[in-house]
């Protein structure tokens, strides 16, 4: 169920590198499909399609196609 204040996620725009601002974590909610995709420079083969009930939180994400992830940064 949905809190007061969840934070939506929004999907990768562009296929490659995806860092935050100064500070900033990106925190991946779902992978929508299955490809690789590097997370603080460990490469996962074939990740996805999975939902995660609890982000993860790296620094910066490397992606293979646009609308991969879906994620939020703070």
């Known amino acids: 169920m949905a809190e007061p204040h969840t934070i939506p996620s929004k999907l990768n725009t ?3 590198v995806l860092t ?3 500070g900033d974590k990106i925190y ?3 992978i929508l ?3 690789d ?3 603080d420079g460990v ?3 074939g990740a996805g ?3 995660l009930p609890s982000p993860i939180i790296c620094s910066s994400v490397t992606t293979s196609a646009i609308g991969q992830i879906a994620y939020f940064t703070r």
């Open 33 to 35: 499909f299955t490809d």
């Open 14 to 16: 562009s296929a490659g």
């Open 20 to 22: 935050p601002s100064s």
């Open 43 to 45: 490469v996962v083969n």
């Open 28 to 30: 991946i909610t779902a």
């Open 49 to 51: 399609p999975v939902a």
């Open 37 to 39: 995709l590097t997370i």
